[in-house]
């Protein structure tokens, strides 16, 4: 008789980047999340500006600065032996430079389509509006310190 397949939670994590100036923060920073274990996980975001956006994955790291995390939504579940074929899938998903109006939420969004239309188990229970309401609640929640 077989193992049981392993699976981990697939999350939608946010991060605080600041201000531009009082009361003008910049959009939080999402990144796509899988715990691996006790404060550890495997981080895929875009990492630079609009200009020079390129794809990072930590692997079984801490989060760089938890001190910004603002709310973490899991999303569905990946099995542990199709991780490999999951990252290939992130890394195949286009990114978008010299449009001031994209940034690491697009990307987050532009994965997770892909990620469901390739038949990973990413919930079909949230539209791109839903996603955007859940993560703006979760801030809230952090400033009001329910979470």
């Given at each position: 008789m077989s193992a049981p397949a392993m699976y981990y939670n697939v999350e939608v994590v946010q991060f605080w980047r600041g201000q531009k100036e009082y009361l003008r923060p910049y959009p939080l920073h999402w990144?796509?999340?899988?715990?691996?274990g006790p404060g550890i996980g495997n981080m895929y975001h875009i990492i630079g500006n609009t200009n020079t956006y390129t794809m990072e994955f930590r692997r079984n790291q801490p989060h760089v600065n938890p001190d910004d995390w603002r709310g973490s939504f899991t999303i569905g579940r990946v099995a542990a032996h199709k991780l490999a074929l999951f990252e290939s899938h992130l890394a195949s998903v286009p990114i978008t430079r010299h449009d001031p109006r994209w940034n690491s939420q697009n990307w987050v969004w532009d994965c997770i389509r892909h990620l469901r239309h390739q038949r990973f188990e990413i919930s079909?229970?949230?539209r791109q509006c839903d996603l955007q309401t859940k993560m703006c609640c979760l801030l809230e929640d952090w400033d009001f310190g329910r979470i």
């Open positions: 990144v796509i999340y899988i715990p691996t079909w229970q949230f």
